[in-house]
């Protein structure tokens, strides 16, 4: 088997300093990668080096200790990868992560612009273009230095577009897939970069064998966008993209998760603990959950607004159901961010205020980065909440559904990647519609049990579909 190398802005692990300035690693957050930590223990080659970026202090410094740049940490913790964690100067990281990749490429993709705060493009996003571009440089230098002769390498998301292409010049070897882990905007949409910036995106990708999307709306957008670039043609029915004789195929790989590994995560004694707390504070009361980001593309606030709806129109519900709202801080670099989450705290706020009695707490708000307490609620819920504005897939709404002990329903946005397979046995609402959302929480809290389990046990079915690994080695195996 050849080699493989993974790259992502977001690594295995990530450091933080102990109080006498000791480095303590602990395993890096996110879907991407929990998705990727699962897979590369798969892939059964010790030759997987998996290179990302110090996100921050701590990293910086383990990056410089470690010999030749690589961390060798257990298995465990990095699903078996090497680590080579890059030391990106922190103004051209802040710069590529926050400026571009998170506050440009994320709007876009997201559509999150709105009129009053249409982009403005101008010198600055030049300049902050600059460090992308250094940044996507420092990987395809990195990738380009270790990769063997013939190896594999899958590059991540939104913050790497243009490493695709500058690893192809570097190293025209190499087998290269580029996945996105978002939506793809409509090409209307994505016009409103600047001309050399959307073009230089799409290029990037372009330098990919394999270009990966998590829904077939996605992979169609990213080929519309595609059909006015100079130079490329697009063939729709064999879905490839032909550009200065080179050739990329764009797939779909609708990410999925483990249900083994998930409920054997589940059945550990910190998830226990805190399925006992969970269970005290909810009582007998019917139980909703939300778990997200605070992210503004998640739609926290209709999706409380829609439960305040809720119970302005049934009372009947009033000390009878409780919502638990977990959000995990993320992205407090941008105000967007920090708004959005006061925004969140505000409404939970007034919720309570205008229902709460001694008696009865309607609403649980919890701002904190707590994951097996997540895990805990999935198995208490009796409805889950997912309501993106748009979402590249959404795993919460596959992992619900598999720890489920009660059969939940799910009410799920009609925009995200994931409804592409669950929507059949979910209450699909336009995420925009709050009294549409309030009305579907209704129906989902008067589903009969059996009922509500039959479809919960299809919507596990179809959430392990395509497993990490498998959605991996799909990848890989589109290379040969
Ligand atoms: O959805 C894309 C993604 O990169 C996910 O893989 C990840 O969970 C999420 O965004 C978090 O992003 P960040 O690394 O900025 O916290």
Same mark, same amino acid.
């Given at each position: ?9 977001? @690594? ?11 480095? #303590?690693?602990?395993r890096?957050? @996110?879907g991407?990668v929990s998705a $990727?930590a699962a897979m590369?223990g798969d ?32 298995? *465990?913790?990095?699903g @078996? ?6 030391? #990106? ?18 709007? %876009? ?33 990195? $990738? ?10 899958? #590059? ?47 290029? =990037? ?11 077939? /709306? ?12 100079? =130079? ?8 490839? %993209?032909?550009?200065?004789? *080179?050739?990329?195929?764009? =797939?779909?790989?609708?990410l999925g998760v483990d249900g083994d590994a998930l409920r054997a995560r589940a059945a550990e004694?910190d998830v226990a603990?805190?399925r /006992?707390?969970?269970?005290? /504070? ?9 778990v ?7 739609? #926290? ?30 992205? *407090? ?38 994951h097996p307490r997540s895990l805990a609620a999935y198995g208490?819920a009796?409805?889950l ?9 959404n795993l919460v709404a596959k992992e619900g559904p598999v720890l489920s002990e009660?059969?939940c ?19 699909? %609402? ?24 039959? /479809?919960c046990?299809?919507l596990a079915a179809a959430a392990t579909a395509l497993p990490p690994r498998r959605w ?9």
């Open positions: 088997m050849s080699q493989v190398l993974v790259a992502s802005n977001r @690594g295995p692990v990530s450091f933080s300093f102990s109080g006498d300035g000791a480095l #303590i690693p602990r890096g957050g @996110g991407l $990727l590369t892939v059964r080659n010790p030759d997987v080096l998996w290179v990302c970026a110090a996100l921050g202090d701590a990293d910086r410094s383990a990056a410089r200790r470690a010999p030749g740049g690589r961390l060798g940490l257990d298995g *465990h913790d990095t @078996g990868a090497a680590v080579r964690m890059l030391d #990106i100067p922190a103004a051209t990281f802040h710069r590529a992560y926050n400026a571009v990749a998170n506050a440009t490429l994320w709007f %876009v993709h997201h559509l999150m612009y709105d009129t009053p705060r249409a982009p403005h493009f101008d010198a600055r996003t030049r300049r902050d273009w600059q460090s992308y571009e250094a940044y996507n440089a420092a990987f395809a230098d990195a $990738l380009a230095r270790d990769a063997a002769p013939g190896a594999k390498v899958a #590059i991540q998301d939104y913050h790497l577009s243009l490493a695709p292409r500058m690893l192809r010049d570097r190293r025209p070897d190499l087998r290269i897939v580029h996945f996105s882990h978002t939506p793809w905007a409509p090409p209307e949409y994505f016009r409103l970069l600047p001309d050399d910036i959307g073009a230089a995106v799409l290029d =990037g990708i372009l330098g990919a064998d394999h270009a990966g999307f998590l829904a077939e /709306r996605w992979a169609a957008a990213f080929l519309d966008c595609c059909e006015p670039l100079p =130079g490329a043609r697009v063939d729709r029915a064999a879905r490839t %993209v032909t550009r200065a004789g *080179h050739v990329t195929r764009v =797939g779909v790989h609708p004694p603990e805190r /006992r707390a969970l269970r005290e /504070r909810v009582g007998d009361r019917r139980l909703i959950l939300r997200d980001r605070t992210e503004p593309s998640k739609n #926290i606030v209709r999706g409380l607004a829609a439960y305040r709806e809720l119970l302005a129109r049934h009372p009947e519900w009033h000390g009878r159901v409780v919502h638990l709202a977990f959000a995990y801080p993320s992205r *407090h670099d941008l105000h967007e961010y920090r708004e959005y989450t006061a925004q969140v705290r505000r409404l939970a706020g007034q919720i309570a205020d205008e229902y709460g009695t001694a008696a009865w707490e309607p609403l649980i708000l919890e701002v904190e980065d707590d208490l009796d409805v909440v997912v309501n993106p504005i748009r979402d590249g897939m009660r059969g329903a799910l009410v799920l946005s009609r925009e995200a990647g994931a409804a592409a397979e669950l929507a059949d046995d979910a209450l699909t %609402v336009n995420p925009y519609d709050v009294s549409q959302t309030a009305e579907a929480l209704h129906r989902a809290l008067l589903m009969p049990p059996d009922r509500r389990a039959e /479809r046990a299809r991996f080695a799909e990848q890989l195996a589109a290379l040969d």
